[in-house]
């Protein structure tokens, strides 16, 4: 194990590690804008160099095999008016867009700029110009004149994504990244990983773009319920202090954009994990009903206590969408009347990627397996309940309530906006997601949390408390 | 490119084993020298016989100074305009041939008969200064030299 | 003195002298059975460390340290490629060999395959290439009718094959890991070391890239063993140099010349001088990359690297070019500038955006829109190259404007001042008004 020295401090390294790597595991920034752990090496930026002790000149510390008493320094005054010039020309043709650039406030240059004392441009000769806002595919907007060319979105495509579709053409200072001609970009499912990888501003979400500063949102952890990978994400919303309050209120609710966080397969999701905001910007159902009549809330739980109570044979398809802790609050306080059947609430849309190599699931709910951990049995689209089946609950969707066996009554819990709630005996909106905490276990059995990113609506109930208002009995409670 | 199918096989077949994306080259050239350019479905179909990325076709057709997606003249010269083709009246013959063939460099003569590019160093430079015409070296040139040459290619076309 | 050593240009060029009837005529070949019967791959390696030749490609690098590197137990497929790009400006001595002694080069690929245990070899020549190209391929034709390639070797079990593969149209293929990129299929994009390319190279393998002139010198040094070799040039530069020699100069053309031998007899006695008798203002002893001799200090030094190096400068890839007095260094420096920005691959920052900026200054100077800055600012893009980037292109382009900015910084200066130049911008050789 050989042991290296940055800035004097001595550090355990592996061999075979580059002192780059060693530097990031240990909490020394130094600053890269074209390495990354999980992209092999190009060492094109040069921002990386280091000086070694002894030697008056830097190297590259992204390309640097430690050796055993490898001495680095980080932040000499050799490396400190090097990294000078290195911005200097990474910012040579650079448009000074910040003012209008998405980027703005998460840009590695602009960071780099200030932490390492870049100095204005000593060029008197006008920037190179390229093209602007170039559609490298309908979701992905390229600023050429804003690339520094470090080539991490090349090369994901061709190491992690495999679609192989970027590139660089032409050569010299007329260098542009590009999409191979036959758009295979744009069939990329995790195309738009780019923009996380784009260390400056020339990448760009076209779904996101010009939506919101950055420093206005803040991040809340969840899990992508895309599918039984369960990636776990940041959603970015309003930050509470910067809310909107002369447009839409919707605004200030809305999931603005969706990065990933780390997760085992690296920090890498697919498209359908950034366009979260569809999953959640569909009509709500905010109108508890009783065989279609509005009513208050706890009339209509009163009604489904009701049923409950009274029912000989109750069936409930289990929502996969539920949380862990959802599943358990029903398995502790009702399971026991019913018999469960697990349902997947989503399938697979006409054109929506089944299952690929890398991350996507062909089981498109997020928490198949914890609620298969705790009601073992499985329905299947076309199965039928027993006739003798007097009572349906249905928890989530995915199950036609015209299905439901002709004599048996029907209660609906569900979020969103249906014609067919009105049909069902009782109906409870229910809150989503980001409404509430909880937690889902993947297909590897791999148990992730995700957060409220807004304060759950006065009109629809969490899963959890509404198990525990439905359990307690109409009875007078025995005695203890 | 089906027709050079059968060329390119026996080509593959001299390269070691795990060198096809080494065929992108001398494919390129072949094809180029077959049809006077690279067309736009020679890519796709060279990416799927040696099975490389179509990208890195696309790079490498835009990286070589000698790949051309679109047909040039009939008649292409290249002249170097390089140190010592410049040291022996390199730009002052540039200047001549734009003007006789009443085009720039980069361009092509109306009727599509001549086209004019500059070039870098081609190692002529004892026998400066030089032009390069469909590929065939023409060194120790001076301005009657170049008329001359165009005359060539004039009646050539006529024929 | 006595006449210089000639052990490349040893032949009279005829219009058939490169075939390999006359070549086997002048011994050829004989030295690749001397190699294979009488020697170990290690014994040949170890020749080649003895005789101390050095690459003539432009690097100088120790060619027998560089086969050092290749592990011949590693059970891995090892490669051999020549260098045939000679893409630097004013070299054209490459093309020398492979015109008029191609089985020189075959001859002595086969060596250093033999030694290298190398099965498949590669000539990369560049892809602008007329009649060199016609001549390797014409005499590889020859070479495998004969049996010397592409079956086993004086009852050995060497077996070796070649492929003569063409670039198409980009100086940085010249740059070792650069071609062997564009070998490879893709962009000729040159890469970081570590790893060197004799640990990781062609497809990741152990690959060993020479030029041209530094393989077809391996013949001589196994008919005549390496103390020969070593006897002739300077003890630090054994052995000869082809010079291609261009410009303002009165028999330009391909010469070999022993390094040690004052530098004005080769000018002026071996190459006839100056056209007009006119003084040499300088010249580029060795490639556009290395820097520029002064007319004052050809006549004091010798034509070796070791004086070259007491002037800033070195013997580099062989390309000498003659500027005459009244050439304008301004619009000579245009010329460098615009070639390196054209040629720039792009990868690396200070290159790319480099040469750019340097591009544009030169054509602001001239043009009589320069500001005394200017001067300044070149030399600062040029440091800011020198060792921090990909490959040696940035350095080289730095040197090229450093050399001419060190010598005739009062022409700049002159330029930027009085918006024209000293020599009415003058490039041809002929006398300034």
Redesign the interface.
């Known amino acids: 194990m050989p042991r290296i020295f940055i800035d004097g401090k001595p550090y355990e390294a592996k061999s075979g590690q580059t002192v780059m790597e060693v530097a990031r595991a240990n909490g020394v920034d130094i600053p890269a804008f074209c390495w990354h752990p999980e992209l092999s090496i190009a060492g094109n930026c040069r921002v990386c160099a280091v000086q070694v002790e002894g030697r008056s000149w830097v190297e590259i510390s992204c390309n640097m095999p430690v050796t055993e008493d490898l001495k680095v320094l980080t932040d000499s005054d050799i490396v400190r008016d090097y990294r000078k010039s290195i911005l200097q020309l990474t910012t040579l043709n650079h448009p000074v867009d910040c003012g209008i650039c998405d980027k703005s406030g998460e840009c590695s240059l602009q960071d780099y700029h200030y932490e390492h004392n870049g100095t204005p441009s000593i060029s008197r000769d006008a920037k190179v110009h390229s093209t602007k806002f170039h559609k490298l595919s309908p979701r992905i907007t390229l600023d050429n004149e804003r690339c520094i060319l470090c080539t991490r979105c090349v090369r994901f495509t061709h190491e992690v994504s495999k679609s192989k579709s970027l590139g660089v053409v032409q050569r010299g200072d007329t260098s542009l990244i590009r999409g191979s001609e036959d758009g295979a970009f744009a069939r990329d499912d995790y195309s738009d990983n780019v923009v996380d990888l784009c260390p400056v501003g020339a990448l760009l979400s076209t779904a996101f773009l010009y939506k919101s500063r950055v420093w206005y949102l803040k991040p809340t952890p969840s899990v992508c319920p895309g599918c039984a990978r369960g990636c776990a994400v940041d959603l970015w919303h309003r930050k509470p202090e910067w809310k909107l309050h002369a447009l839409e209120a919707r605004k200030n609710v809305a999931i603005e954009r969706v990065t990933p966080r780390e997760n085992p397969h690296g920090p890498w999701i697919c498209n359908k994990g950034r366009d979260y905001a569809s999953f959640v910007e569909r009509p709500r159902a905010w109108q508890a009903m009783s065989a279609g009549t509005p009513v208050a809330t706890h009339t209509a739980i009163d009604a489904a206590r009701l049923l409950i109570e009274g029912a000989r044979n109750p069936f409930v398809l289990v929502s996969s969408w539920a949380s862990n802790e959802e599943l358990a609050a029903f398995r502790n306080l009702l399971a026991e009347r019913f018999t469960a059947l697990v349902k997947a609430d989503r399938l697979a849309q006409p054109g929506e990627p089944m299952e690929d190599a890398f991350l996507i699931r062909a089981d498109k709910n997020p928490n198949t397996r914890g609620a298969l951990a705790q009601f073992p049995n499985e329905w299947e689209i076309g199965m039928a309940l027993p006739a003798d089946c007097d009572l349906v609950l249905v928890w989530g969707e995915g199950f036609d309530l015209a299905s439901a066996p002709p004599k048996a009554r029907t209660i609906v819990l569900d979020a969103w906006d249906k014609p067919t709630h009105a049909t069902a005996d009782v109906f409870i909106p229910l809150s989503i997601q980001t409404e509430r905490a909880g937690t889902y276990t993947n297909f590897e059995g791999r148990v992730t949390a995700f957060e409220a990113c807004f304060p759950k609506p006065d009109a629809v109930v969490d899963a959890e408390s509404l198990f525990a208002s439905l359990a307690r009995s109409t009875l007078p409670a025995a005695a203890e | 490119m089906k027709h050079l199918v059968a060329e390119f096989d026996a080509l593959r077949a ?3 084993e ?9 494919c ?2 072949r094809i180029q020298e077959d049809r006077g350019y690279v067309a ?1 479905e020679d ?2 179909d060279l990416a799927a016989y ?1 099975g ?5 076709i ?3 057709l ?6 051309r997606r679109a047909p040039v003249g009939r008649c292409h010269i290249e002249a170097c ?4 083709c ?4 390199a ?2 013959l540039i200047d001549h041939l734009s003007r006789k063939l009443g085009i720039r460099p980069g361009e092509t003569t109306a009727d599509g008969e001549f086209s004019l590019a500059t ?10 200064p030089m032009v ?1 015409v469909n ?3 023409h060194e120790s040139m001076d301005a009657a030299k170049v008329d001359a040459l165009i005359e060539a290619n004039r009646v050539k076309a006529a024929e | 003195m006595n006449a210089p050593a000639r052990l490349l240009m040893n032949f009279e060029v005829t219009p058939t002298s490169h075939l390999l009837a006359e070549y086997q005529a002048r011994g050829g070949y004989q030295a690749i059975e001397k190699a294979i019967r009488t020697m170990t791959p290690k014994q040949v390696t170890d020749t080649v460390t003895t005789s101390g030749i050095q690459g003539r490609g432009g690097a100088n690098f120790s060619a027998g340290r560089k086969w050092g590197v290749i592990n011949l137990n590693d059970g891995q497929p090892h490669y051999l490629c020549a260098n045939a790009d000679e893409g630097e400006p004013g070299t054209f001595k490459d093309r020398w060999i492979l015109e008029n002694a191609p089985h020189l080069l075959l001859e002595s690929m086969l060596i250093a395959a033999y030694a290298l245990q190398v099965r498949h070899a590669f000539i990369y020549i560049r892809g602008e290439f007329d009649l060199p190209y016609r001549r390797i391929t014409a005499a590889l034709e020859e070479a495998y009718a004969a049996g010397f390639y592409g079956k086993p070797l004086f009852g050995s079990d060497f077996t070796c094959d070649l492929i003569v593969y063409r670039g198409a149209g980009s100086y940085i293929c010249g740059e070792a890991s650069g071609l062997l990129t564009s070998l490879e299929g893709k962009r000729g994009y040159p890469r970081n070391r570590p790893p060197r390319l004799t640990v990781r190279g062609l497809y990741q393998k152990p690959t060993v890239v020479n030029n041209v002139e530094t393989l077809s010198n391996l013949a001589g040094i196994i008919n005549n063993g390496p103390d020969a070799f070593k006897a002739t040039g300077t003890k630090k530069s054994p052995g000869t140099r082809l010079v291609s020699i261009s410009g303002h100069i009165n028999k330009p053309g391909v010469y070999e010349v022993e390094p040690g031998r004052p530098f004005r007899e080769f000018i002026f006695d071996t190459c006839g001088g100056v056209p007009g008798g006119r003084k040499v203002k300088c010249i580029i002893p060795g490639g556009i990359s290395t820097k520029v001799v002064t007319g004052e200090e050809v006549d004091r030094i010798r034509l070796d690297n070791e004086d070259l190096a007491t002037v800033g400068s070195g013997m580099g890839s062989g390309g000498m070019v003659v500027i005459a007095e009244g050439t304008c260094m301004v619009r000579l420096l245009q010329v460098l500038l615009r070639f390196y920005h054209h040629e720039s691959c792009g990868q690396c920052t200070p290159c790319r955006e480099g040469m750019g900026w340097m591009h544009r200054i030169i054509d602001r100077i001239v043009a009589g829109q320069g500001v005394p800055e200017d001067i300044e600012r070149l030399k600062q893009i040029s440091a800011w190259n020198d060792g921090n980037t990909i490959c040696g292109m940035g350095d080289a382009a730095g040197y090229a404007a450093l050399g001419i900015l060190a010598k005739f910084g009062h022409e700049f200066e002159h330029y930027i001042t009085h918006k024209r130049s000293l020599c009415d911008g003058n490039l041809e050789c002929r006398a300034s008004s």
């Open positions: 001299r390269f070691p795990g060198f096809s994306s080494s065929m992108v080259l001398p390129l050239r736009d890519i796709g040696l490389v990325p179509r990208i890195q696309e790079e490498v835009s990286f070589y100074g000698q790949f305009r390089n140190v010592s410049s040291l022996l009246g730009e002052r070039a870098e160093c081609m190692a002529s430079c004892g026998t400066a390069v590929g065939k070296y």
